[in-house]
């Protein structure tokens, strides 16, 4: 069973930056991607970027694009997701999430939804002040 750890949250003004990291308790060659979700009280968890483990390819949630940036170190295990510009309304809980599913550049966006996750982190809260 695959565990993953986040580190990194906090409180940050409007405009600032955070870098959250996620580990991974044990290398496993049947995950394929890895991933963060964030989900605000009273609403639902909704996707924020993931990244493929073989070839590093990246997906980003609209809301997100070109102000965050997921990578990740194959042999430490982790991916970390830099966040600048952030905004008040990315306030919210940022969970890890690990796939062993693989798709194709075709159908990135199917690791878009919960249901293709097969672990998850605890969470981290990050905060933006205005």
């Known amino acids: 069973q695959v565990q993953l750890v986040e580190s990194g949250g906090g409180l940050v003004q409007a405009g600032g930056s955070l870098t959250l990291s996620c580990a991974a308790s044990?290398?496993?060659?049947?995950?394929?991607?890895m991933g963060w979700f964030r989900q605000a009280p009273g609403k639902e968890r909704e996707f924020v970027a993931i990244?493929?483990?073989?070839?590093?390819?990246?997906y980003y949630a609209d809301s997100v694009k070109a102000r965050f940036t997921i990578s990740r170190d194959n042999a430490k295990n982790t991916v970390s997701l830099q966040m600048n510009s952030l905004k008040p309304e990315d306030t919210a809980n940022y969970y890890c999430?690990?796939?062993?599913?693989?798709?194709?550049?075709?159908?990135?966006?199917?690791?878009?939804?919960?249901?293709?996750?097969?672990?998850w982190g605890r969470g981290t809260q990050v905060t933006v002040s205005s």
């Open positions: 999430a690990a796939t062993r599913t693989w798709y194709s550049r075709g159908r990135i966006d199917y690791y878009g939804r919960t249901a293709e996750y097969d672990y």
């Open positions: 044990e290398q496993t060659f049947t995950i394929h991607g």
């Open positions: 990244i493929r483990w073989d070839d590093g390819l990246t």
